[in-house]
């Protein structure tokens, strides 16, 4: 076998050469004016000042225009610099400018690119807010009152035995609520489900708040997870697992018993598959319903801790 070091090696050399090359390619784009930065990694030191928004309505401003370009070394920020041009850029415009920041972490490497939240604004996207919409919108929401009284009235039970653990009480609610409505899942303690959903949203969240060097050095993504440093690759490989794993169980047990031609609990899934073909669905609207229904969950879920200061 080759020498691992000789090949890493290669490997390292060969990453850094298509990053210079796309260095090159984009500075060819045309971009507005900025401050200067270094030679190689750019406005980081700017982009890292704090208060810099202030900086530079007050200064860049009078300097390079209402249009200013940040670099970094694999990031292009451009500060609008007038409410004007917000308006025009993001609102008249927005079906040309709506889109998401990249994380090369999550996004690519841990799979959440599937998810609605994380999805680029393309014409897959619009299916996904599209799919996620009918039943979301208001003449759907009324058909819920029996689901939240009943999920209501669990919760007031709960609260009233422990109510100092009052943010599992929270928590557990919409868990019981979203999985439900998603599948027609009836959580139960120490649910397998809900654990494996909870596995995958710590895994995403703590991707976005950690600092990753793939994240500014996109071509470490085909780093190896063996070599020096490959660490990131092993998380973001046991991310994707869990990813998958909350994508994939309640999906596939719907589905299951569609196939089985048992009795299904109503849900967003089941309905959905029984509207496109049930058993004989096609690959496309599967894989559109799943990824739309798991991301139904991780939005019922992942501002629950937002509830906390509002608690008595």
């Not at 928004?53 to 070394?73: F, N, P, Q, S």
């Not at 899942?185 to 976005?208: N, T």
Request: glycine share 6%.
């Amino acid at each position: 076998m080759e020498n691992p070091e000789r090949l890493l090696t290669g490997c390292a050399g060969m990453l850094v050469v298509a990053w210079l090359l796309s260095r090159i390619y984009h500075r060819q784009l045309p971009l507005p004016r900025g401050p200067p930065g270094h030679w190689l990694w750019g406005n980081v030191i700017e982009i890292n000042v704090p208060h810099r928004a202030v900086k530079a309505a007050m200064k860049w401003r009078e300097l390079y225009g209402d249009l200013i370009c940040l670099r970094t070394v694999s990031n292009t920020t451009i500060i609008v610099n007038s409410e004007a041009l917000v308006t025009e850029l993001l609102e008249k415009r927005a079906s040309e400018t709506s889109d998401r920041p990249r994380n090369v972490f999550v996004r690519e490497l841990m799979g959440w690119n599937t998810s609605t939240v994380l999805h680029r604004h393309n014409n897959r996207h619009k299916q996904l807010r599209k799919t996620m919409a009918s039943v979301l919108q208001q003449s759907q929401a009324r058909t819920y009152s029996p689901l939240h009284s009943s999920n209501l009235l669990q919760f007031l039970r709960a609260l009233s035995k422990t109510p100092e653990n009052y943010m599992n009480h929270i928590d557990d609610s919409a868990s019981r609520f979203i999985m439900d409505l998603a599948y027609g899942h009836q959580i139960v303690e120490d649910d397998p489900l809900v654990k494996a959903v909870r596995a995958g949203q710590i895994y995403m969240e703590d991707g976005l708040a950690t600092h990753r060097w793939v994240n500014s050095l996109p071509f470490l993504r085909y780093y190896p997870a063996w070599g020096p440093g490959g660490e990131f690759q092993k998380v973001a490989q046991e991310g994707l697992r869990r990813r998958l794993e909350y994508a994939n169980v309640p999906f596939d047990t719907v589905m299951d018993r569609i196939r089985r031609n048992e009795i299904v609990q109503p849900s967003f899934t089941s309905r959905l598959l029984e509207q496109n073909g049930g058993a004989n669905a096609s690959e496309e609207d599967v894989d559109l319903i799943k990824w739309s229904a798991a991301s139904l969950f991780g939005g019922g879920t992942a501002t629950v801790s937002m509830l906390d200061p509002y608690m008595i």
